[in-house]
């Protein structure tokens, strides 16, 4: 199972970015999916969820700013970021529900 994240950069304080996570190997059609993120010296925070059948969840801190989709065809699940903050600067990575498997992660740098 490889699962491949993308999409991370740097971005002044109110920009955007879109993070793509391609699996490969797994039955992506049948796993709920998270986004997690680490920021150094943090644990790893759950950012957003969705299941199989699309229903989404956020955490307080990023409701209303970010929007988890997924693409069963394409077998990618997508992080859309709007109003990004410095504290939302972190390692992102997504993650198969009720597996062991996790991405090499993509970088995040949100500078104010």
């Known amino acids: 199972v490889q699962l491949v994240e993308s999409g991370g950069g740097s971005v002044q304080a109110g920009g955007s970015l879109k993070l793509s996570c391609k699996v490969i190997g797994m039955n992506f059609a049948i796993y709920g999916m998270d986004w997690y993120r680490q920021a150094p010296g943090k644990e790893r925070e759950m950012v957003a969820t969705?299941?199989?059948?699309?229903?989404?969840n956020y955490a307080d801190s990023v409701k209303g700013r970010f929007t988890i989709s997924r693409d069963n065809a394409r077998r990618t699940v997508y992080l859309q970021m709007n109003s990004l903050k410095p504290e939302d600067t972190a390692f992102y990575f997504c993650?198969?529900?009720?597996?062991?498997?996790w991405g090499q992660g993509t970088q995040v740098t949100v500078s104010s």
């Open positions: 969705i299941a199989v059948r699309g229903t989404q």
């Open positions: 993650h198969p529900q009720s597996t062991d498997f």
